[in-house]
């Protein structure tokens, strides 16, 4: 069995720098693994995909040489390709289904992905807008479901009009992930694609200030809300309330909103010699990386289970490690301690694991007389979000809960009323881009039937 081909990466100026770490594959090595596929009949594969990319179909493209052909068969399924193969979890989803997972290594799918949609933006090539038959649609937020389901509408011959509350489009692909990880030319080409299908953008909109969701209701045949989770979750410990104290959401908005990457811009963020990241998902690993190439000395990751259970992906972890990141396990935080009201340490207890609770995970449980202190000028607390309560407070109580998510069929997104439709973390809570964009997809396609149905056709 052939070997599966390992991406380069940026050398030693990683931590310097935010240019991407993940290089992509060359054509030789595409070819190579490409060439590793078995085109099984049995698809499973493209069972593990959540937008239902017809995986096998485009890697044969691949490997005959039809790169647009390849492009093409992609986006019959995803409009944000090269984005989903930077940061969609492959490895638990189509990667994991992959037959040859069952005795080595799978087919690197998601590298594959990024190959060809990297090579089809070198080459210029771009969507085109097919005519208009069907009826308006207003998609609210500009994350990765708002642009998936406003490509999809468009696709199908609706009028799309996206409404963005910030000055930049792309939601939490914008504010939530880092240069180094999804570089904003990426970002911004996919935003052309799905621009170029005729889909209107319209950003700095407050659904609730700017227009209120029954003007919108008025407006369209149908309403889309994909406004994701983007309120930071806090510890509710002591000091959380000194200057040096972040949210993940914060720290990551400065950074990649504000340009705070980039030199030239005098964006106000400050990071102590020392810092600690609390938590260990994808957010902690792009905060604690980030923190590094805004000078930090020394960066912690601490969290209060082990490695086994960290819900980050693996990748996102060993690349976090070998960039020098320090992990305080089985460590959880129980105070932010300061002097002179300057944070000087993160007070912790040590922790042990017992029986699995609810999520599948190990209960960590506090060892007694075991606390200690990491000495830090700065805290970033990364242990989740919610919805923002501004859209929630502002349409209908019938399709909120009571924790400001909305109501709506997991299947095609439909709320209680008619022609209003969500999907994404709004629905679910925090979750993953290419899992938001599986929604968006069915919810697309239940639009597209509701608004036929309307107008009887």
């Given at each position: 069995m052939s070997v599966r081909q390992v991406m380069p990466k940026l050398g030693e100026e990683r931590t310097t720098s935010f240019k991407e770490v993940a290089l992509g594959f060359t054509p030789d090595q595409a070819k190579l693994e490409a060439d590793r596929c078995l085109q099984c009949k049995q698809r499973f594969c493209v069972r593990g995909c959540p937008v239902g990319i017809e995986i096998p179909d485009f890697i044969k493209l691949l490997r005959e040489g039809d790169l647009e052909g390849a492009a093409r068969k992609i986006k019959e399924k995803n409009s944000l390709p090269a984005i989903c193969g930077r940061v969609c979890p492959q490895e638990n989803q189509c990667e994991k289904e992959c037959i040859l997972a069952r005795k080595g290594q799978p087919i690197a799918i998601g590298a594959l992905e990024r190959f060809v949609a990297d090579w089809e933006?070198?080459?210029?090539?771009?969507?085109?807008?097919?005519?208009?038959?069907?009826?308006?649609?207003?998609?609210?937020?500009?994350?990765?479901?708002?642009?998936?389901?406003?490509?999809?509408?468009?696709?199908?011959?609706?009028?799309?009009?996206?409404?963005?509350?910030?000055?930049?489009v792309g939601g939490?692909?914008?504010?939530?992930?880092?240069?180094?990880?999804?570089?904003?030319?990426?970002?911004?080409?996919?935003?052309?694609?799905?621009?170029?299908?005729?889909?209107?953008?319209?950003?700095?909109?407050?659904?609730?200030?700017?227009?209120?969701?029954?003007?919108?209701?008025?407006?369209?045949?149908?309403?889309?809300?994909?406004?994701?989770?983007?309120?930071?979750h806090?510890?509710?410990?002591?000091?959380?309330?000194?200057?040096?104290v972040y949210s993940a959401n914060e720290f990551l908005t400065r950074v990649n909103l504000m340009h705070a990457y980039d030199p030239s811009f005098d964006t106000p963020i400050k990071v102590g010699r020392q810092v600690a990241v609390v938590g260990a998902g994808n957010v902690a690993m792009d905060a604690a990386r980030t923190a590094l190439r805004l000078g930090a000395e020394e960066v912690s990751i601490v969290y209060r289970r082990s490695w086994e259970e960290m819900p980050a992906r693996l990748e996102e972890r060993e690349n976090a490690r070998e960039e020098g990141v320090k992990f305080?396990?089985?460590?959880?935080?129980?105070?932010?301690?300061?002097?002179?009201?300057?944070?000087?340490?993160?007070?912790?207890?040590?922790?042990?694991?017992?029986?699995?609770?609810?999520?599948?995970?190990?209960?960590?449980?506090?060892?007694?007389?075991?606390?200690?202190?990491?000495?830090?000028?700065?805290?970033?607390?990364?242990?989740?979000?919610?919805?923002?309560?501004?859209?929630?407070?502002?349409?209908?109580?019938?399709?909120?809960?009571?924790?400001?998510?909305?109501?709506?069929?997991?299947?095609?997104?439909?709320?209680?009323?008619?022609?209003?439709?969500?999907?994404?973390?709004?629905?679910?809570g925090a979750a993953t881009v290419i899992a938001a964009m599986g929604a968006a997809k069915r919810s697309a396609q239940a639009i597209d039937e509701y608004i036929r149905r309307k107008k009887g056709k």
């Open positions: 933006r070198e080459q210029g090539i771009c969507g085109e807008a097919p005519p208009q038959r069907g009826g308006t649609v207003a998609v609210v937020g500009s994350g990765p479901a708002g642009l998936t389901a406003a490509a999809q509408l468009a696709l199908r011959g609706h009028k799309v009009t996206v409404f963005e509350a910030l000055h930049a939490v692909l914008r504010y939530g992930i880092p240069e180094f990880r999804l570089p904003k030319e990426i970002l911004e080409a996919e935003v052309d694609y799905v621009k170029s299908l005729g889909v209107e953008i319209k950003t700095n909109v407050l659904i609730g200030r700017t227009i209120s969701f029954e003007e919108l209701r008025q407006q369209f045949d149908a309403i889309f809300i994909a406004t994701g989770a983007g309120l930071p806090f510890l509710g410990i002591p000091g959380e309330n000194l200057p040096g305080q396990l089985l460590t959880n935080p129980v105070a932010i301690l300061e002097e002179s009201g300057q944070i000087k340490a993160l007070r912790c207890v040590k922790m042990e694991l017992q029986e699995a609770d609810s999520t599948g995970r190990r209960r960590p449980v506090a060892i007694p007389d075991s606390e200690f202190e990491i000495p830090v000028q700065t805290v970033i607390i990364a242990v989740g979000q919610g919805p923002n309560p501004i859209l929630s407070r502002n349409v209908p109580e019938e399709i909120r809960t009571e924790r400001g998510y909305l109501k709506a069929d997991q299947e095609t997104g439909a709320t209680s009323i008619p022609g209003v439709y969500a999907g994404g973390d709004i629905v679910t």
